[in-house]
């Protein structure tokens, strides 16, 4: 068994990944700008410089991506006061690795306020020791930053520890840090990258669970 579990958060134990593609429209409509096939897909996983990088590249070095990024959130804070959905098995595997006394950690893209409320609606929050935004650490996801910063916290070496992740960025982040790192998919299907690089790929929150039980993962 791990000596800790390091969660993302959006498409891994939530299914927002879906709502934050769909706010790119009116985020960009608000703006005055086009809305451009393939961006959703480009900043998934990123935020702070790395978010930066990718709106100057589709909107050029003009863009003001800190204002892009403020839109964007409060787009979707309106979507999500309506409710969030759980991805399959995520209540099954906190429950068992909180039976375990396994701590847990969120390291996530998102804001800490966007983690904090989707962990207070969800009724989540509890079962977790740390709560990290990317934006808090110095270097976002695909660099390992928020990763070894949550396992810092949890007080545990990353070798022991597990994360777990949807996103290529996210994957890669795990994988540079030293940590057994699962890939759950949400909209991205894995590619021949992931693949290579992930210590194994589940297709679901329960399969992990079911791994950890019979130690087949860890």
């Given at each position: ?22 706010c ?44 892009i ?67 808090e ?8 930053d ?18 777990l ?54």
């Open positions: 068994m791990f000596s800790g579990v390091i969660f993302d958060m959006d498409g891994l134990m939530f299914d927002t990944e879906k709502v934050w593609g769909a790119w429209e009116p985020t960009l409509a608000r703006l005055g700008l086009p809305m451009k096939e393939g961006i959703a897909d480009a900043a998934r996983g990123t935020a702070g410089p790395e978010f930066a990088h990718v709106v100057r590249e589709w909107f050029g070095e003009k863009a003001d991506a800190q204002l990024w403020d839109v964007w959130h409060e787009v979707a804070a309106e979507c999500f006061d309506h409710g969030i959905e759980k991805k399959p098995g995520l209540d099954e595997l906190l429950a068992y690795l909180d039976e375990q006394d396994v701590p847990m950690a969120v390291a996530s893209s998102s804001t800490r306020r966007d983690i904090i409320h989707h962990l207070d609606m969800a009724e989540i929050r509890s079962y977790f020791t740390v709560v990290l935004s990317s934006l650490v110095e270097h976002a996801k695909p660099a390992p928020v990763f070894l910063e949550a396992a810092h916290r949890i007080d545990v070496e990353p070798s022991q520890a597990l994360v992740e949807d996103s290529y960025n996210g994957v890669r982040a795990g994988v540079a840090g030293g940590f057994c790192t699962v890939m759950v998919p949400d909209l991205a299907a894995p590619s021949e990258e992931m693949r290579r690089i992930a210590h194994r790929i589940c297709s679901s929150l329960l399969e992990v669970r079911d791994l950890l039980r019979t130690g087949e993962l860890g």
